[in-house]
Structures are given as structure tokens and as C-alpha cells.
């Protein structure tokens, strides 16, 4: 997606308003497959398999489910870490944390309209994932989370209020994100929160999809007010 238009930077920051990070694992009677569609159903905007654990030949099938529903409802699906399987599966994008391989390289193996993310801590990493090209921001953690093990101390909103005045980049807070704080990371500067078990883990993924997008539209329009 390194088009370099302003008007593609916009799409971006409305596809990641509610960013579902989601493994294969079901959840409440419900597969990974039907979390998603109820996630979409109720206004999730983007959708990001990160899977560390299932093996390939696993992955490769339940995968292709997962980015056939998000083609026919029209969000961008994107693969976290593994170009191969981003590009075996078609994903419109890859994320990559900073030990993964650099954005550079991602771009050169999946080309210039798909889309790169990559995770940001701090602000050294930050300004090296705008050299690398990232075309957004995963921002975090925001807040302590046991979703992901190995994210790090909690760096608060300062980071995203930094980048919001200093980059332009689109961007999402990750870490600890659910509904009774997505609005402060919107108001800090970020276009939407990326989420894991504030979705995944309810029994009603829709109806969580729906009052994060409801929460971070509000506070998106309040900011944009305030300028």
C-alpha cells in the first residue's frame, strides 16, 4: 500500500478503528471462522490472524477461511509475522514486530499495494518502522496484558501523542484495550485500538465489536472537533 497518497492514508485510518488480532482458537462454543464474522457483523474493521502455535498444515486451511470472510465482507485481512503464509493465503498485509524480518524486505516479497504494519515501544523503534516503510503503527502496549507474553512493560498514551503531532503515520494502541479505555488511546491521537480478548473472549463478540466501534467513532469525531 506504499501509494505515498493521502487519500490511501485515510482508508487506512478508517480500516483500523477495530482491529480484531485473533488465533485459530475458538471460543465459547464458537470457531475462530464465526468469532470473526460476528466480530465484522458488529463493526470490527480489520482483521489480523496471529497464530504461534498450530502447525501449517493446520493453518493454511483454517487461514483461508478467515481471509475468504473477510473478502466477501470487504476489511483488509492481514498476517502477522510469516510472509510465506501472507502471501499463500493472498492477506492484503503483514505486521511485523521489530525482531521480525524489517519492513524493507517485507515489501520487496509482497509488493507495493499490500499493506505493512509494524509494532512500535518506543520512539527509536518507532522512527526505524517509519524507515522501513511501515504503512501503520501498532503502538503498545498501551496498557499490561496477558495476551501476549513477551509484549513488554505497559508504555502508556505518550508514545501516540508524540507521533500523532510529530508523524502523520496511521496508527493503532495494542495492549490492554477494551471499553472502558479505548476512548483515551483515540483522544491520545491513535485512529483505532488493535484488540485480542476484548473480542475474542466474550460471549457476545459481536455486540464487544459494536461498543468499541461505537466508543472509538465518538472519541475519532471529538478529537477531530477539537483541533
Not at 518506543?122 to 517509519?130: I, S, T, V, Y
Request: glycine share 12%.
Amino acid at each position: 500500500m506504499q501509494k505515498g497518497h493521502a487519500a490511501a492514508a485515510d482508508e487506512l485510518r478508517r480500516q483500523l478503528r477495530v482491529y480484531l488480532v485473533m488465533s485459530l482458537d475458538g471460543y465459547a462454543g464458537r470457531s475462530a471462522v464465526e468469532i470473526a464474522r460476528a466480530a465484522i457483523e458488529g463493526g470490527a474493521t480489520m482483521i489480523q490472524l496471529r497464530e504461534k502455535d498450530k502447525p501449517l498444515r493446520d493453518v493454511l486451511p483454517e487461514g483461508r477461511q478467515l481471509r475468504e470472510l473477510c473478502r466477501r465482507m470487504s476489511i483488509p485481512f492481514i498476517v502477522n509475522d510469516r510472509v510465506d503464509v501472507a502471501l499463500l493465503l493472498d492477506a492484503d498485509g503483514v505486521h511485523v514486530g521489530q525482531d521480525d524480518l524489517p519492513g524493507v524486505e517485507v515489501r520487496k516479497l509482497i509488493g507495493p499495494d499490500r499493506i505493512v504494519g509494524i509494532s512500535a515501544g518506543d520512539a527509536e523503534e518507532a522512527r526505524w518502522a517509519l524507515e522501513q516503510g511501515a504503512d501503520y503503527l501498532g503502538v503498545g502496549p498501551v496498557y499490561s496484558t496477558a495476551t501476549k507474553l513477551d509484549a513488554g512493560e505497559a508504555i502508556g498514551l505518550a508514545l501516540i501523542e508524540e507521533l500523532a503531532q510529530t508523524s502523520g503515520i496511521p496508527m493503532v494502541g495494542i495492549g490492554g484495550i477494551h471499553a472502558g479505555n479505548v476512548a483515551g488511546v483515540v483522544t491520545a491521537g491513535a485512529d483505532g485500538a488493535a484488540v485480542v480478548s476484548a473480542i475474542t473472549r466474550t460471549a457476545d463478540p459481536a455486540g464487544a465489536a459494536a461498543g468499541l466501534r461505537t466508543l472509538v467513532d465518538q472519541a475519532s469525531r471529538e478529537r477531530t472537533a477539537g483541533r
